[in-house]
């Protein structure tokens, strides 16, 4: 899951990626603005983490701007504004959440895997699908309440699938949200992926739909 999170507090930028990162998530970084509103304008993100008090373009700026062009990933603002009239306007700029500064870097982690999740139509924190279990607090897959273990990046491909079943995932989409940022990456990362998770989890666990993707699950597409 790639986050986009904008900040311009580079201590706090930093102690945000590195949470994200230990929960699983890819996460970018911007410190201004008008950066950050191009990224999330212009690429695929599945959540961003926004700060209000932005330099160049503010983060409200930032937040209508998006909503007025259509898009519509999941935001969270995060902001030393604690006055409530700044919340309200925030949220009816198109807000998905709001986080006041000082915070636990532990309760963003939940508020943006609740924001995922919701995203994808999964309410709980536990994603079933017939006999598989992802649990997104614990970082963990189960097989028939077994625990598999999995490396960061195969955990990443699973919940990725789990999070969209409902639909079929495009190779590229997976490469984006998986690999971003990685400029040596073989043309077939990610069929080898999917092959080590099939060895874990079995082979009808990930299933491919030629010329369209892949797909956990019942896809709809």
Do not use: C
Not at 33 to 53: N, P, V, Y
Not at 119 to 141: F, K, N
């Amino acid at each position: 899951m790639r986050i986009l999170v904008l900040e311009d507090d580079l201590a706090i930028s930093a102690m945000i990626r590195t949470a994200l990162d230990r929960a699983g998530l890819l996460a970018e970084v911007e410190h201004d603005g008008q950066e950050g509103w191009f990224r999330g304008d212009t690429e695929a993100f599945d959540a961003a983490i926004l700060d209000l008090g932005l330099p160049v373009l503010d983060g409200l700026t930032v937040l209508k701007r998006w909503r007025k062009a259509g898009r519509n990933l999941p935001v969270l603002v995060l902001t030393a504004r604690g006055n409530w009239d700044e919340r309200v306007e925030g949220i009816d700029a198109g807000a998905d959440d709001y986080l006041t500064k000082p915070f636990r870097v532990e309760e963003l982690v939940a508020r943006v895997r609740a924001l995922l999740r919701r995203a994808a139509g999964h309410p709980a924190p536990v994603i079933e699908l017939g006999d598989l279990s992802l649990d997104t607090r614990q970082m963990r897959v189960t097989r028939e309440g077994i625990a598999v273990p999995l490396s960061p990046q195969e955990f990443r491909l699973v919940s990725y699938l789990m999070h969209h079943r409902t639909r079929v995932v495009p190779q590229q989409e997976l490469t984006e949200h998986l690999y971003f940022g990685e400029t040596e990456l073989d043309s077939n990362a990610v069929e080898v992926l999917v092959r080590r998770v099939r060895q874990k989890l079995g082979a009808d666990s990930i299933r491919t739909r030629r010329g369209f993707g892949y797909f956990m699950g019942g896809a709809a597409e």
